[in-house]
């Protein structure tokens, strides 16, 4: 997403990293390699190891090692042999629903635990903490990997628990990008959100608010300020950009979407900077003060500006220095035999548009978990083939006038066509040399959200004059599906 002003312009609020680069920088091992005989040690007769099932190791709890665990099960693996160990609290769960259902105000039925634990984001079985204990994995939860050997393939966790591994999987996600405490950035009263104890301090706080302040024109800022107004609070959201999701939306796309929050009552102040935040006589933040020297009242902040793969136990596998993260090959295999990396941390190669990137999403952190260990455990040896896919779905809670939910697949480079009047549909394409590269669609039918997937992977010829001469949106898309149908028969 460096010279990427003409590519997927998605670096920081979508979170899609990708330089323009077709080779990985470190050499990995060939694809025809036996994992198994990366199983060298982890049979130890030994009282000096925390964990008893020593085979497979997953360091994180995040969506990526749900959709793992499942996959370890799947395939008969897992009993006895896997261990996940966690800086959280919670056996792993469906991350999106921190800034979308969870904030929902208190009377609007909020999701909350135990009912998005992985994997009932895509359909599966929900993974409560008994799942994992009738599975036979055994979780070591609140205690996060701060070092790792490689020679003696070993993890050691904060309370200094020692702990062995025959593979091992990192799937440590991303910490949230926050502001320095020298201009306020770790007041009461400050958020950030990554996890759920993030959610309901913020929840907390939300109980008392009264002027709310979103920092952060993204995705992140974007669905925590549709949750505020459902709370009734006096909400803006600020950003140094000129326009909402720059890194995605068209101008007219995010005037749109501007203009609809406006009508929830969402205030925004644009293409400013902050000097730092401010605080009462209690020490809790009271405002925001500007570049310019003004102030901004604010009892509730909220920071939303990106997230760093946490990734610096793990240094010594090989970090990719351009869009961060550890580097892995197509099969997620890092640098080093037996140690593998999925979900938001890893830098792998995107195969379809023939360069590196790494993708903070939960759709690709549920498929690269699942592709991990499928290769892991049996012969698989066909490469990640991911195609970049974001949405978003803001305005659910119960009363609110209208709900949003809109999906982009593909990537976001050349011309665009705009069809459709935002009552409630709007498509927009984005055409390079006459080939369809990605589409994003609002308020679409389930068989129209079918079908973006499709056109984006196809990347059919298409006629962009034609497009353009498309009534509606249904019109449109009919448009594209042909160029696919065309093409096929060719």
């Given at each position: ?11 920081h ?49 995040g969506?990526?090692a749900?959709y ?5 099960v799947?395939h ?9 160990v ?24 909020p ?30 939860y ?6 790792i ?6 993890l050691?966790?904060n309370s200094?628990?020692l ?23 770790n ?32 995705y992140i800022?974007?669905?925590v ?62 405002a ?10 604010a ?16 240094e010594v596998v ?10 892995v ?16 941390v ?21 498929q ?31 009363g ?7 999906q ?15 009552d ?13 590269k990605?589409?994003l ?5 389930a ?7 499709e ?35 060719a």
């Open positions: 997403m460096a010279s990427l002003s003409n590519s997927l312009q998605l670096k609020g979508l979170a899609l990293w990708c330089p323009h680069s077709s080779s990985l920088t470190r050499p990995h091992p060939s694809s025809s390699i036996r994992f198994r005989s990366f199983h060298r040690n982890f049979v130890v007769a030994s009282s000096s190891f925390s964990n008893d099932n020593r085979e497979f190791v997953i360091v994180g709890g969506n990526a749900g793992a665990a499942r996959t370890f799947e008969g693996m897992a009993d006895g042999r896997l261990c996940i966690s800086k959280e609290a919670y056996a792993p769960y469906e991350r999106p629903a921190l800034t979308k259902g969870y904030l929902f105000p208190l009377d609007t039925k999701a909350r635990l135990p009912g998005f634990h992985t994997c009932v984001g895509s359909g599966g079985e929900r993974q409560t903490p008994e799942w994992y204990k009738e599975k036979g994995i055994e979780m070591i609140e205690d996060p990997v701060i070092s050997d490689t020679e003696k393939q070993t050691t966790t200094g628990k702990l062995k591994y025959g593979s091992l999987i990192i799937s440590t996600v991303c910490t949230a990008s926050r502001f320095p405490g020298k201009i306020g950035g007041l009461p009263g400050v958020h950030y959100i990554r996890d759920v104890a993030d959610a309901d301090s913020l929840i907390s706080s939300l109980e008392k608010a009264q002027k709310v302040v979103i920092v952060g024109g993204d800022g974007m669905e300020a549709a949750a505020a107004v459902g709370w009734k609070l006096d909400t803006m959201i600020i950003f140094p950009e000129n326009q909402l999701l720059q890194r995605l939306f068209t101008p007219s796309l995010a005037q749109r979407y501007e203009e609809l929050y406006k009508e929830n009552g969402v205030k925004f102040l644009k293409g400013v900077s902050i000097k730092n935040l401010e605080a009462g006589s209690d020490g809790r933040v009271t925001v003060k500007l570049g310019d020297g003004s102030t901004i009242e009892d509730t902040i909220i920071i939303g500006i990106g997230a760093k793969p946490a990734v610096s136990p793990f090989g970090l990719n220095d351009t869009v961060g993260g550890i580097q090959d197509g099969l997620f295999r890092t640098s080093v035999p037996g140690i593998f990396a999925v979900g938001d890893a830098a792998f190669p995107l195969k379809m548009y023939d360069r590196v990137a790494r993708v903070e999403h939960v759709d690709h952190a549920r690269s978990a699942q592709h991990c260990v499928k290769a892991l455990l049996s012969a698989q040896t066909h490469t990640y083939d991911y195609l970049p896919y974001f949405y978003s779905r803001v305005f659910e809670y119960e609110s006038p209208r709900k949003v939910w809109w982009f697949f593909g990537d976001n480079v050349g011309e665009t066509v705009e069809i459709g009047n935002f409630p549909k709007v498509a927009t394409f984005w055409i390079d040399s006459g080939k369809l990605g589409v669609l609002e308020s679409g039918s068989e129209e959200f079918k079908l973006l997937p056109l984006a992977r196809s990347q059919p010829s298409i006629d962009k004059a034609i497009l353009q001469k498309a009534s509606s949106v249904e019109e449109a898309l009919e448009i594209a599906k042909a160029s696919v149908l065309v093409e096929q028969k």
